[in-house]
């Protein structure tokens, strides 16, 4: 069974600082998918990244950068320089896909609140 | 272009009624998903639907739920006799075929009194 983990439930930081929303997950598949989503007070779900299993290649876009770990199956999530407009909860999830069945297993979600 | 809609975006309900709630995916969208976002359960996966194959119906809780997608476009959940457990928000997703990135509407947000 999949399950994923974001023991952080609520984080406050001072913007400009880095924060780091961590992840961990469980599979026994080998072929999987993990993902960021942010959800900002308007609701809706925004995707951010996609990471493969096969790819354990930091990503950096702008102030986000992602930090996958197979060895302890983490995925973890960095904005640096954090602004007010990352104020959301933000979601880590895997998907293990079948014939493009790419259903979602969410964490519990984490809560930024970025303090100008 | 247009997003994921969802109606109503609230809906409130007594206890042992039927609710039926939409989704309109965007068009060309061939996936679509619905996961239900509800206090102490998170985010969780009810149904999946791909063209014109058998839905995927792994995540729906009881038989009190049902979804239908009709013509390969809009789809509506429906929730029979519902209970107070089912007050959550009803997110809809939808995607191209073979893609993984999912977009997903703005929710319709069910309370049952």
């Known amino acids: 069974a999949q399950k994923v983990t974001q023991a952080q439930t609520e984080i406050s930081v001072v913007e400009k600082e880095d924060v780091t929303l961590d992840c961990v997950y469980e599979?026994?598949?080998?072929?999987?998918?993990l993902f960021w989503y942010k959800q900002p007070p308007s609701g809706e779900l925004v995707f951010l990244i996609r990471?493969?299993?096969?790819?354990?290649q930091n990503e950096i876009s702008g102030r986000y950068s992602w930090n996958f770990q197979k060895s302890t199956s983490s995925f973890n999530f960095t904005i640096t320089a954090s602004q007010v407009v990352d104020s959301a909860v933000y979601f880590c999830?895997?998907?293990?896909?079948?014939?493009?069945?790419?259903?979602?297993?969410f964490g519990t979600g984490t809560r930024l609140t970025i303090i100008p | 272009g247009a997003g994921v809609s969802q109606s109503p975006s609230n809906k409130v309900t007594e206890k042992g009624k039927d609710v039926e709630l939409r989704c309109d995916p965007i068009?060309?969208?061939?996936?679509l998903y619905w996961y239900r976002q509800s206090l102490g359960q998170g985010l969780e996966f009810l149904i999946y639907?791909?063209?014109?194959?058998?839905?995927?119906k792994s995540g729906l809780p009881s038989d009190r739920f049902s979804a239908e997608r009709t013509g390969g476009s809009v789809s509506t959940l429906t929730i029979q006799r519902t209970q107070q457990e089912d007050s959550a928000v009803y997110l809809c997703?939808?995607?191209?075929?073979?893609?993984?990135?999912?977009?997903f509407g703005p929710g319709t947000r069910l309370t049952v009194t």
């Open positions: 639907f791909q063209g014109n194959s058998a839905p995927d």
């Open positions: 990471r493969n299993s096969f790819d354990e």
């Open positions: 997703a939808s995607s191209l075929p073979n893609s993984y990135e999912q977009y």
């Open positions: 068009s060309g969208h061939t996936a």
């Open positions: 599979t026994r598949d080998t072929t999987y998918y």
């Open positions: 999830a895997l998907s293990e896909p079948n014939f493009g069945n790419e259903k979602l297993t």
